[in-house]
């Protein structure tokens, strides 16, 4: 199989630091303390920090499965938390991951390589 093409995540970036978040719908830069965000798109592709499956799920995601949350550093430098498809694959810590979708707002991430 190919690798998975691996799609954008927008991020908001302070125009005063530079400091990259990726928590929706912050107002103000966590570093500086500046108002000054902007959106923009970065490179959907990390490496898995942790994961963990979430087998009992409550309040809005309470009708869902069991689903993964992983914690993704990506190659921009900025580490987020994202749902984890293929996780019955148990990747280990290191792999490599990309963004393939969203939902409800949350990035949705998995292998590179399918064959891994």
Do not use: H, Y
Not at 63 to 75: H, I, M
Not at 81 to 96: H, I, Y
């Amino acid at each position: 199989m190919s690798p998975v093409q691996a799609r954008s995540i927008t991020v908001s970036r302070c125009e005063g630091c530079k400091a990259m978040d990726t928590s929706a719908g912050s107002r103000r830069c966590r570093r500086c303390g500046s108002e000054d965000l902007v959106p923009i798109d970065i490179d959907g592709r990390g490496k898995i920090l942790s994961w963990t499956v979430i087998r009992r799920p409550s309040g809005a995601v309470s009708r869902q499965g069991p689903f993964a949350v992983a914690l993704v550093e990506l190659t921009a430098g900025v580490r987020m938390t994202a749902n984890l498809e293929g996780w019955e694959n148990e990747p280990a810590p290191g792999s490599d991951v990309v963004a393939v979708g969203e939902i409800d707002g949350i990035p949705i991430f998995a292998a590179s390589d399918p064959s891994s």
